[in-house]
């Protein structure tokens, strides 16, 4: 199929191979990743998104050498990483037990997490959480979150039982954003947790 779209002259970007690595993937034949990885370097440059879906295989494949490895030839090729990039370095360094660099990972993630991104903020808490750090799970991280559901207009689930569990307490802004996301509908937060 690929030597057909190469034919048909569809291989110029990497999206025809983003796709079908997530398909790969989601169907478990992780063996056909590195495959598709090899012939998009043959037609065309990866992009960010090429890196994250190979990061996410690596994760998958519980290789912390070979997410290094990635991640270098990301850099080499001047791509920029985002939130979700250092989510996925950070998730897999956590459950490498790799504590430090999982931190260094998180800290460069809160760096790229825009307020507009429920899902990094998500992210960003339920990974301290996985460091068993929650002293840096801070009362500002979950008003960030609630903002982040306010201008949603949308209702976070269980904030206030998971502040209670991270022992973070809440302040005043906390619970006015508690009383105002309260009275939209319930929204989820994305399924793109690491």
């Known amino acids: 199929m ?11 970007c990497a999206l025809p191979f983003n796709h079908m690595m997530s398909l790969y993937m989601a169907c478990g034949e992780l063996e056909r990743v590195p495959e598709m990885i090899k012939d998009l370097r043959r037609y065309t440059l990866p ?3 090429t890196y ?3 990061l996410t295989y690596c994760s998958k494949k ?10 270098d030839l990301m850099r080499g090729d001047k791509v920029v990483p985002d939130w979700m990039t250092f989510s996925l370095m950070a998730s897999i360094y956590i459950n490498a037990g ?7 990972a998180l800290v460069e993630m809160e760096k790229r997490a825009s307020r507009n991104e429920r899902a990094a903020y998500s992210s ?8 068993q750090d929650r002293g840096h799970v801070t009362t500002e991280m979950y008003n ?6 306010a201008q949603a207009e ?3 689930l269980i904030i206030d039982e998971r502040m209670d569990q991270d022992k973070v307490a809440m302040d005043e802004e906390t619970r006015r954003l508690l009383r105002l996301t309260s009275k939209y509908p319930i929204g989820e937060a994305s399924t793109l947790m690491s």
């Open 98 to 104: 790799l504590h430090v660099k999982g931190r260094d």
């Open 144 to 149: 960030s979150v609630l903002r982040t559901y």
């Open 154 to 156: 949308l209702m976070p």
């Open 124 to 131: 960003l808490l339920t990974l301290y959480a996985s460091l």
């Open 52 to 54: 994250n879906i190979w």
């Open 62 to 71: 519980d290789s912390v050498k070979n997410a290094e490895k990635v991640f």
């Open 47 to 49: 992009d960010l998104v």
């Open 2 to 12: 690929i030597a057909e779209m190469a034919r048909a002259g569809y291989l110029t």
